[in-house]
């Protein structure tokens, strides 16, 4: 089985990443999964400054998913240049670092340190949905010059072979004019998706549980909505690799996923209450691909655009394997 994956530039071993915020800094997944196995890990966002986040409650269980508004907590970059990259390279894990900020300006710092580190990184990620201090705290994704502006910012500052990608938020009326617009800015490939906008009440004191009173619902409940926004934008813009990320706990999920699309998928919520699903999943995977006769995963990138009257590989049921 041919698990061997591209995005731009960058070869991967697999498709499968751990997304953003999903396995701590890496040393907490860590003796859970050996990174080097995986296609990349995706680390937390990195900001400028160090932050504490937002006081708890940050997190709360909701039907089929959970609601998070962590407020991006982290060392800033210079102490993840100092600690975290280090540790990673040292655990020969591919790291694909997402970087935040809250201006075009704070996101090109933190990509100009991160390029000038002499460990190399395998790509950027950037997460336009951090809120703009420019712009009344809206959302740079909810704008496709504004995430544009973010992606052409960091773009500008990365070494040419490093894969710059562009993690857009599901919360616009039209996700593939914003996409449209990361890759005219110089993105290699696109992140779909964030997390979706909710809210949870508690039913005795019947005001919002987060302090944040809204957070990112991730989890299975957001799964057919990443699943759509894979689909459009493959479909609009084929060319361009695509991560996957949103509510795949299984195998099978992840192979939806490059059905419709993507080219690697990350894994998040699910680890929350299995640390070591990652390798689980990559099994699946494989045995997913192999039931179908899909001997590499690059052909199955896309299977559900195919046109009318194509005929799928023979699916086997792992009965029918054994017999």
């Known amino acids: 089985m041919n698990l061997i994956t ?20 890496g040393r907490e997944i860590a003796p859970f999964v050996d990174l080097s196995r995986l296609g990349a890990f995706v680390t937390p966002s990195v900001m400028l400054q160090p932050r504490a986040g937002r006081p708890t409650p940050r997190l ?8 998070t508004a962590l407020g991006l907590p982290g060392p800033g970059v210079e102490g993840f240049l100092e600690r975290d990259l280090p540790w990673l390279a040292g655990q ?3 790291t694909v670092v997402s970087v935040g900020g ?31 201090a420019e712009d009344r705290g809206r959302m740079f994704a909810w704008s496709p010059s504004a995430s544009a ?55 005795v004191t019947l005001r919002p549980v987060l ?6 619902l ?15 934008v493959h479909s609009a813009l084929p060319g361009l690799p695509i991560i996957g990320c949103g509510g795949a706990a299984t195998g099978r999920d992840v192979l939806e996923f490059i059905a419709a699309g993507a080219s690697a998928v990350a894994v998040g919520t699910t680890l929350m209450h299995d640390p070591s699903a990652a390798l689980r999943i990559l099994r699946e995977l494989e045995d997913a691909l192999t039931a ?32």
Not at 7 to 22: F, K, V, W
Not at 211 to 216: E, K
Not at 224 to 232: D, G, K, W
Not at 297 to 304: I, N, Q, T, Y
Request: charged share 20%.
């Open 218 to 232: 991730s989890g299975p409940a957001l799964k057919p909505v990443a699943l759509r926004c894979v689909y459009q």
């Open 149 to 203: 502006e973010v992606v052409r910012a960091v773009r500008t500052v990365t070494r040419r072979e490093t894969p710059v990608l562009a993690k857009l938020s599901p919360d616009v009326t039209d996700i593939v004019t914003i996409a449209l617009a990361c890759a005219d800015a110089g993105a290699t490939g696109i992140s779909l998706i964030n997390t979706m906008a909710g809210l949870a009440v508690d039913p």
């Open 6 to 25: 591209q995005i731009g530039q960058l070869t991967l071993p697999n498709p499968l990443l751990i997304a953003s915020g999903c396995g701590g800094s």
């Open 102 to 132: 809250n201006s075009v300006a704070e996101f090109g710092e933190i990509a100009r340190q991160i390029d000038a580190s002499p460990i190399p990184v395998a790509a950027v990620e950037v997460n336009v949905a951090c809120p703009n």
């Open 92 to 94: 020969e894990a591919r």
């Open 60 to 67: 709360v269980e909701t039907p089929s998913g959970m609601l």
């Open 292 to 323: 179908r006769s899909i001997n590499r995963v690059r052909d199955a990138v896309g299977l559900a655009h195919r046109p009318a009257g194509y005929v799928p590989p023979q699916f086997k049921t792992p009965v029918e394997e054994k017999l």
């Open 211 to 216: 302090t944040g009173v809204s957070g990112g």
